[in-house]
């Protein structure tokens, strides 16, 4: 299974050096020189990565990589919107019982007041918190924040998420 590590945004340059999204907490470990990254589109891949480096514009800080298959503006342009991953056997074990994977989380039931109304479709990530995707046999899917006072439990052993939802969370 793949884990999304980052999203390139944009060449930078002429040498080839692209601007990257982060999609992880983790960028020392993750952009470390050598790395092999799997594509999404897989046709675009897999990319090595040369050195990776901050850069900050405007007070805007940004991960700049060069791969060693890009040597060129023209051919990083053409990565805009290519996600790089990684095999998620390829990770080390998470210490924090608070932090999870995505892929740990997606299937998992969702539960409210003891009654499965789905389960975690993906997740989302936005620029203040997380978001569930819930899938709801029946009716829409729903977002849900994925933040301590709404999903207060994950049981990743036993399969499922306790949410406490505020009013309306699950009406249209």
Request: charged share 25%; no cysteine.
């Amino acid at each position: 299974m793949l884990l999304i590590v980052g999203r390139i945004i944009r060449p930078h340059g002429i040498r080839g050096e692209v601007v990257a999204e982060l999609r992880t907490d983790d960028p020392q470990d993750r952009f470390v020189p050598g790395t092999v990254f799997t594509t999404d589109p897989v046709a675009r891949g897999p990319l090595t990565l040369e050195y990776a480096r901050q850069h900050t514009t405007a007070g805007k800080a940004r991960l700049l990589l060069a791969l060693e298959e890009v040597n060129d503006r023209d051919t990083a342009d053409s990565l805009r919107g290519v996600f790089l991953g990684v095999e998620v056997e390829d990770l080390p074990e998470i210490d924090d019982p608070d932090e999870f994977h995505d892929h740990q989380l997606v299937g998992l039931a969702v539960m409210v007041d003891g009654e499965k109304i789905g389960e975690v479709s993906r997740v989302i990530h936005g620029p203040a918190h997380d978001q569930l995707v819930v899938r709801r046999p029946g009716t829409h899917d729903a977002l849900v924040p994925f933040v301590a006072s709404i999903v207060p439990e994950v049981d990743v052993a036993g399969g499922k998420v306790v949410v406490t939802p505020p009013g309306g969370l699950f009406d249209l």
